[in-house]
């Protein structure tokens, strides 16, 4: 049970390049979420999936998109990589069946780092 | 605006002495309260929630957060500090009617001395 995988760990990209994050979780979750993280603000939800089949914004949606691929994996793409969106990107997931679906535990992966230069 | 806040950017403690990381929130109706915390280079890990009930929460490795309604505060707090709790802590505020957009705090770092 590896709970939540994220590739790669590290990811230098140049200005204007496209990238996809992948996450996969093993839990049978139907939640799952994207965040970036950056020092002094704690984490930013950039988009989630509430459960298979449906994506929805965050807080800092502009400059990415994602996709559900299936009920285990959620990826997040930048189509044209900036500066400002170097970043720790996570990855989580929690398992949408109870009455506080969405405001359960959350899983989180090992996280991206990556560096836009 | 809702908000999470986290006064202190850095604790310091001695091991073996108690220590309190501190966290108040600006969110409507009765949210869900939790702590994670983070060790160097990993993702969060769960440490415990407030749903309803007592307010006296207990989680993992030894650790506690008292709910206070009036002061809008979730502290979370250790009897008996270890070098090994050193990490970076975060308070995360689940609105009521936020659906699944968690608001997290800016974190703690706490350094335990030995």
């Known amino acids: 049970n590896a709970g939540v995988t994220q590739t790669p760990k590290f990811q230098v990209l140049k200005t204007g390049q496209s990238m996809t994050l992948q996450c996969a979780q093993d839990m049978n979750h139907n939640s799952m979420y994207w965040y970036r993280q950056d020092p002094g603000m704690g984490l930013r939800l950039i988009y989630y999936?509430?459960?298979?089949?449906?994506?929805d914004k965050g807080e800092v949606p502009n400059g990415y998109n994602v996709s559900r691929l299936n009920k285990r994996e959620f990826s997040l793409r930048l189509e044209s990589a900036a500066p400002s969106q170097t970043s720790v990107y996570f990855c989580a997931s929690s398992e949408g069946w109870t009455s506080g679906r969405g405001r359960e535990t959350q899983y989180f992966g090992p996280g991206t780092r990556l560096l836009v230069l | 605006a809702q908000s999470v806040a986290q006064p202190e950017d850095q604790v310091n403690v001695a091991e073996g002495n108690p220590l309190t990381v501190k966290c108040t929130y600006s969110v409507s109706g009765n949210p869900y309260l939790f702590w994670y915390v983070q060790y160097p280079n990993r993702g969060l890990q769960f440490l415990l929630k407030?749903?309803?009930?007592?307010?006296l929460v207990k989680g993992s490795y030894g650790f506690e957060a008292e709910f206070n309604k009036s002061q809008t505060s979730f502290h979370l707090k250790k009897p008996s500090a270890l070098v090994s709790d050193s990490a970076l802590y975060f308070c995360a505020v689940s609105p009521y009617t936020g659906g699944f957009k968690t608001i997290f705090g800016a974190g703690t770092r706490l350094f335990v001395k030995a």
């Open positions: 999936s509430a459960s298979e089949g449906t994506t």
């Open positions: 407030y749903i309803t009930g007592d307010n």
